[in-house]
């Protein structure tokens, strides 16, 4: 049989489109997030974090978005460029340690 | 710019036998992080290390499993006895807080 968590989710959208990837975390006591970007073969890559008394923060064409409410993390990522696909997934800390990775989402830009 | 360099790329080794996975963290960081990441899996944290010492570790960092920072430059990661389920990519990161961490490019491990 098939293994758990060899299927990501995929987000497929065209170029110049802006892309919403989002994650669920698990901890409702933690305090910082983090969005990373995996690219094939490669290690992950800090995008953009924020802090739990936040509930937005921006930078160069992505946006994060904190509902700590539901536990809800998005990535938005503004007229998505070929170079974005990759896997995407978010990471949740409390105080710098327990560490948690989601599973991803495979994001793959079309022409 | 620099970077977090990881030796080697792919190391292959019999079930039952012992690894060192290195890692040569960025220079003027404290924190210093194992991950494995079973192909198609998530990202998995194994241990946290400050100060010399474990700062944090996972249920997956058994007995098995150590870590040390030999010299100034280096952080290594041991499997003393390989079993087949280690075969993932590990991967190495470091930091100047506990915050931002900065991941090598992996190794991939294949335990046979």
């Known amino acids: 049989g098939e293994s758990v968590g060899l299927h990501l989710p995929t987000l497929s959208v065209q170029e110049g489109d802006n892309s919403i990837i989002n994650c669920a975390y698990s901890?409702?006591?933690?305090?910082?997030f983090i969005w990373y970007k995996q690219e094939s073969g490669k290690g992950p890559q800090f995008i953009i974090d924020i802090r739990s008394n936040m509930d937005k923060r921006q930078g160069q064409r992505v946006t994060v978005l904190l509902n700590k409410t539901v536990k809800h993390l998005s990535l938005q990522i503004a007229a998505t460029q070929p170079g974005d696909s990759a896997v995407y997934f978010c990471a949740e800390t409390q105080y710098g340690q327990n560490f948690v990775f989601g599973p991803g989402t495979r994001l793959s830009v079309l022409p | 710019e620099p970077e977090v360099t990881q030796t080697p790329s792919h190391q292959v080794t019999q079930m039952g036998q012992e690894v060192i996975l290195r890692c040569v963290p960025i220079s003027n960081h404290l924190y210093f992080y194992w991950y494995r990441q079973i192909l198609g899996q998530k990202v998995e944290f194994l241990v946290s290390?400050?100060?010399?010492?474990?700062?944090?570790k996972s249920e997956i960092f058994d007995d098995q499993f150590s870590v040390e920072r030999p010299d100034g430059s280096n952080f290594t990661l041991k499997i003393r006895s390989t079993k087949l389920e280690d075969s993932a990519m590990y991967f190495c990161?470091?930091?100047?807080?506990?915050?931002?961490?900065?991941f090598g490019p992996g190794t991939r491990l294949t335990v046979l």
């Open positions: 290390f400050y100060n010399n010492e474990i700062s944090e």
């Open positions: 990161a470091s930091g100047d807080s506990t915050d931002t961490q900065y």
């Open positions: 901890n409702s006591a933690s305090d910082y």
